[in-house]
């Protein structure tokens, strides 16, 4: 028991903590009604600011859409235009090219890649079966040209508009102007008689082969390829004399075999292809055509051949109408050498190939007569 003195004290004690409990609760809780108020302040804050950027946002969408259709109007408008200038074939090929220069430019080349991929239809690309068929009835109608210039008349029929160029026992040329263009359209006639019409044509359609008989292939390869027709994308980068840059050709190409009307054809056409953008270190040649058709003397395999080659090629080069000129008559003459000396050496191989096998043949039956006879 405690004195009855400190019994007053005792009191004053309890009572005091307890006024201290009471003002520390009663702080506490306004602490909280304050937090509460404030994190309601905070949430308020927040929800107007994101009704802010919300409608920022859509004033953003809405002014971008009117610049994306006033920008959508003028290209439809300049390529209505375009169109009714220079043509359908000359629109596809701006728009090829604006998306090669795009994905040159484009550091995500898969993307943009998928963006490209519609500027390129087969279904327009392709070459068809017509146009190999017409190839073929120009063989046959070349086939009459020295007939043609023998007339005395001055109607030449199917050569009336052609000038001959080049007029030998085994090669001849004829050219016609383009029209509203400085270039010519060449045709070139020619028989060989040692070389059979498989190896001619092989050498021509084999590019692994090309790589070898032609030093100035810098790049020969196969980009795409329709399964439907077979046509293919070859893009050739080819050497140019010193110091000209080197030149690029990329062109779609079909061949065909017609044992039916004892034939063979090759066609060629430039096209531009999303995978090959345009590049500064080559020059893109934007004009070229050319079309073979071979024509057997007897059988594929055999000896002899005529031949009608179709042509039209700008390279981009400064040069003078004497030089074009020039340049035909010497180098188409060097290059069919070329293509005779590479079909030859194909023809060497492929017989020196046959050689062993006949004699590795040879010996193998000659061990198994010898083993019967032991």
């Not at 009604?33 to 107007?48: G, P, R």
């Not at 690309?125 to 009459?144: F, G, P, T, Y």
Request: proline letters at 4%.
């Amino acid at each position: 028991m405690l004195p009855d003195a400190r019994k007053p004290l005792l009191r004053i004690l309890c009572q005091y903590k307890s006024k201290t409990n009471s003002c520390v609760l009663h702080q506490q809780r306004n602490f909280c009604k304050q937090s509460l108020f404030e994190n309601q302040n905070v949430k308020k804050f927040a929800q107007t600011i994101n009704s802010k950027i919300i409608a920022i946002g859509e004033l953003f969408v809405q002014q971008c859409k009117a610049v994306a259709a006033q920008r959508l109007r003028r290209s439809f408008q300049i390529v209505a235009s375009y169109r009714r200038m220079y043509g359908d074939n000359s629109l596809k090929r701006v728009l090829n090219e604006l998306g090669s220069s795009l994905l040159k430019h484009c550091e995500k080349r898969n993307l943009l890649f998928l963006c490209g991929l519609p500027l390129f239809k087969w279904e327009e690309e392709r070459i068809s079966d017509k146009e190999l068929n017409s190839l073929i009835d120009d063989m046959a109608e070349v086939q009459h040209i020295e007939e043609d210039f023998k007339k005395p008349t001055d109607d030449k029929g199917y050569l009336k508009s052609w000038e001959k160029v080049i007029d030998s026992n085994h090669l001849k040329v004829w050219r016609k102007p383009i029209q509203d263009s400085y270039l010519y359209e060449y045709k070139v006639y020619g028989t060989f008689y040692d070389v059979t019409p498989t190896c001619f044509f092989d050498i021509q359609k084999d590019l692994e082969y090309r790589k070898e008989w032609d030093p100035r292939v810098i790049k020969l390869e196969i980009v795409d390829r329709d399964e439907q027709t077979g046509t293919e994308i070859v893009q050739w980068i080819t050497q140019f004399p010193y110091p000209m840059y080197s030149r690029e050709y990329l062109y779609k190409r079909r061949f065909q075999v017609d044992r039916e009307k004892n034939t063979m054809v090759i066609c060629s056409h430039v096209v531009n292809h999303p995978k090959c953008p345009v590049d500064s270190t080559h020059v893109r040649v934007v004009t070229y055509s050319s079309t073979m058709v071979i024509k057997p003397h007897k059988q594929f395999d055999d000896d002899g051949l005529d031949y009608v080659m179709t042509y039209t090629d700008d390279p981009q080069a400064s040069y003078t109408s004497f030089c074009y000129s020039w340049l035909a008559k010497t180098g188409v003459p060097r290059f069919m050498d070329e293509l005779h000396s590479a079909a030859k050496n194909l023809e060497n191989k492929r017989q020196k190939c046959v050689n062993i096998s006949k004699q590795s043949n040879t010996k193998d039956s000659n061990n198994n007569n010898s083993r019967h006879f032991c």
